[in-house]
């Protein structure tokens, strides 16, 4: 079997250097908002190019945070897509905001950038654009629009650790950033954690008080805040971790590039990157008209696949609109992710891309 991800072989190429940092932080005796957590939102916002980093426990809580910080509340309204992680929608309505979505590009999978003005209304305080699979959105035309309306932009770069728009990383265009260190991100915790990064130091020392309980100082509260905070022993993780990222995600891209050559003679449509982007790829996703049929056979021949994300967030139940969004819908039903992570073979991406040829070959 081919797995989707395989923590056994990063634990083989990280895991003493991994238990060395959780020593570190043992023998501090210091577990939450320390040293680590400090060198680590500082370390983390430099990366991106932000001024301020603020570490929560998760990429959800950042964008909870992120909306939260903005003052954005009931009657609000917030433009986003539907094809994303269903907590990048939450984020909008457990602040009591409404969900305003714009369709899809067919090409990148992102916020069609295009269709954003027509869903402005007089309720519109913030764009969210999601750079999903770590494709970045096209960000100068969107800031454009929302200078024009005054709005705030929020970017979900969950996914997208490292990825570049022209000569920025993403999460530092926006007026706020969020990340998530889930696991299997390109810069993973061994657990749950999340950043938010921005370049506004009055949004900064909001987000500070607001993940601890709305604090100044030890048992003073400005306001009502919530329990969010990246623990010490995975800031240490995420500390070390970082060196490497960029040649991980250099990884990543050869796989990639090795799938588009490999796959070039199929029916599968393969992710492109656009000129202004540089593609950080979490996920390497593909399109197939019998998208179903194509997993149950890579299945059968020990190939995990998966599906982000089978239902848009339209249709889920937990929302249920009646929303239009067609290009949404089809390429919900034709996405596949296939297997990609720094320590993926050579030869298992072969076989990946054999199987596929097999099935998908041009006729």
């Known amino acids: 079997m081919i797995p989707f991800v395989d923590f056994k072989r990063e634990n083989e190429e990280i895991g003493q250097e991994m238990l060395q940092v959780i020593q570190r932080v043992l023998k501090s005796g210091w577990f939450i908002l320390g040293e680590e957590t400090e060198k680590f939102e500082d370390e983390f916002s430099k990366y991106i190019g932000a001024k301020f980093g603020i570490g929560v426990n998760s990429g959800s809580d950042a964008l909870y945070l992120a909306v939260k910080s903005l003052g954005i509340s009931t009657g609000d309204e917030v433009i986003t897509v539907s094809h994303t992680m269903i907590s990048t929608v939450d984020a909008i309505t457990r602040n009591g905001a409404k969900p305003i979505f714009v369709d899809i590009n067919p090409e990148t999978y992102l916020m069609d950038v295009s269709k954003v003005e027509a869903k402005i209304s007089d309720k519109t305080r913030a764009i969210l654009p999601v750079h999903l699979y770590g494709q970045p959105v096209d960000m100068d035309p969107l800031m454009e629009i929302a200078e024009k309306y005054g709005l705030n932009v929020i970017e979900d770069a969950c996914q997208a650790h490292g990825a570049k728009y022209r000569n920025a990383k993403v999460g530092s265009i926006g007026d706020i950033g969020c990340f998530s260190f889930y696991p299997t991100k390109n810069l993973g915790a061994y657990g749950d954690g999340g950043m938010l990064t921005t370049s506004n130091k009055e949004l900064a020392d909001k987000l500070i008080k607001m993940r601890n309980y709305g604090q100044s100082a030890k048992y003073y509260h400005d306001f009502v805040g919530v329990n969010s905070r990246l623990d ?23 796989t990639a590039k090795l799938y588009t050559d490999l796959l070039s003679k199929t029916e599968v449509t393969t992710p492109i990157e656009k000129g202004y982007a540089k593609h950080a790829y979490h996920l390497y996703v593909i399109r197939h008209k019998h998208r179903d049929k194509l997993q149950e056979y890579l299945l059968k021949q020990g190939v995990q696949t998966l599906i982000h994300y089978p239902i848009p967030v339209h249709n889920q139940r937990a929302y249920m609109r009646s929303d239009k969004l067609p290009i949404t819908e089809k390429i919900c039903g034709e996405i596949l992710s296939l297997p990609i992570y720094p320590w993926l073979k050579e030869d298992e991406v072969k076989t990946i891309s054999e199987h596929i040829n097999s099935k998908c070959g041009a006729s």
């Open 232 to 254: 010490e022993i995975q800031a240490a993780i995420l500390r070390s971790k970082l060196r490497h990222l960029d040649e991980w995600n250099e990884k990543r891209r050869t």
